[in-house]
């Protein structure tokens, strides 16, 4: 079974600028979440999507962050623009998760990562 | 307000000897569930085992186990018989029942192995 892929792994750019994330999750895995960690630190939740809808972004900052999953399976995470504070890896997980299943016991699977330096 | 702290910003072990990497948690909710993962250089972070808080044993999965202390609110990771590929930050995560449908990580512990 093939894991969680993202793309690219590595991206630098120059304040201001604008970056995209690519995230495609397990096959059949109908939840899907963005992670920003910062060095030195644990992952963050940004975003979560179950299927197509969005099920939490209460820590997406929404003035320059934007994340789609448009036909439930691949999602992209966008920044417009960039600030340096955001060099960070992204990270993209997926799981199994349905409605009426017991959520704490989810297990999340993560993909490599993307390594976003601004400079 | 759930919280997650792993005091230890490093570890040292020798190879074939085991290690517990510390991790405690603040709940109120009776339902929760405890994971570990170990992120290597590479920077995946793959599962390593996770805990029910109704489990009344304590979970294993091959050479690492969780000594799940309720009371305590601890569930620490024990890593039997090292070896040099165990070298890596271990994250200690939590998610509350009720807790809508974030996961939150500790700060993690980064472990190196000596040969």
């Known amino acids: 079974e093939a894991g969680v892929a993202q793309s690219p792994r590595y991206k630098i750019i120059e304040k201001r600028q604008s970056v995209a994330f690519w995230c495609n999750p397990i096959s059949g895995h109908a939840t899907l979440y963005w992670y920003q960690q910062i060095l030195g630190q644990g992952p963050k939740l940004l975003i979560q999507?179950?299927?197509?809808?969005?099920?939490?972004d209460s820590q997406l900052p929404k003035d320059r962050f934007s994340a789609e999953r448009l036909k439930g399976v691949d999602s992209t995470l966008k920044i417009q623009p960039a600030k340096l504070e955001d060099s960070a890896v992204y990270l993209c997980?997926?799981?199994?998760?349905?409605?009426?299943?017991?959520?704490?016991?989810?297990?999340?699977?993560f993909g490599p990562g993307t390594r976003l330096l601004v400079l | 307000a759930q919280k997650i702290t792993q005091t230890q910003p490093g570890m040292f072990v020798q190879e074939k000897e085991a290690v517990t990497l510390d991790c405690t948690y603040d709940t109120s909710d009776p339902s929760y569930g405890l994971f570990w993962y170990k992120q290597p250089s590479s920077g995946e972070m793959i599962f390593l085992i996770y805990?029910?808080?109704?489990?009344?044993q304590n979970a294993t999965e091959g050479r690492y186990s969780l000594n799940f202390q309720k009371a305590r609110k601890s569930a620490n990771l024990v890593i039997s018989a090292s070896q040099l590929g165990d070298s890596a930050m271990y994250f200690c995560a939590m998610r509350e029942d009720t807790g809508g449908f974030k996961t939150i990580f500790g700060a993690g512990t980064r472990l190196f192995v000596k040969a």
């Open positions: 805990q029910g808080s109704y489990d009344q």
């Open positions: 999507f179950q299927n197509n809808g969005v099920v939490d």
């Open positions: 997980a997926s799981s199994s998760y349905a409605s009426g299943g017991q959520l704490y016991q989810e297990t999340q699977y």
